[in-house]
């Protein structure tokens, strides 16, 4: 019944996770973010954490006041992970939206700096711009 609820009793493993999610907390009026599309977003990310409301934890990582990130958006291989891949897709310039990334969708068992292994994560993004590959 425990493992049914999320909990383990393996050290390595988060017992709590979250499914994906995504929710736009503003929506854009510019060009849409579709597969083979650079965007440039400004995002922050943060720990899933289940006790605070909006699921924010430690926060990790932020592009605000710094560079913001460009990718090719569906590029193969995924230039960013798959989570954040995907909530990015069908966002339009001008949008704001905030995405919840289960570890399968993440980094899965690994550690990436301060990202523990089997982390839950969240990102609110905002979509700057997006251009056509090659221009």
Do not use: E
Not at 38 to 62: A, E
Not at 73 to 99: C, E, H, W, Y
Not at 101 to 124: C, E, K, Q, W
């Amino acid at each position: 019944m425990l493992a049914a609820a999320g909990c383990s009793d393996t050290p390595t493993i988060p017992s709590s996770a979250a499914p994906y999610s995504q929710v736009d907390l503003r929506l854009g009026t510019g060009t849409a973010a579709t597969a083979g599309t650079v965007v440039t977003v400004n995002y922050t990310g943060w720990l899933y954490d289940p006790s605070q409301t909006d699921g924010k934890g430690l926060q990790f990582d932020t592009s605000v006041g710094k560079t913001a990130l460009t990718f090719t958006l569906g590029s193969n291989p995924l230039q960013v992970i798959q989570g954040f891949d995907r909530g990015v897709t069908g966002m339009k310039v001008g949008g704001a939206r905030r995405i919840v990334v289960p570890p399968s969708m993440g980094y899965g068992g690994s550690r990436n700096h301060s990202i523990p292994p089997y982390a839950t994560l969240v990102f609110d993004v905002d979509l700057v711009d997006v251009t056509t590959a090659g221009s």
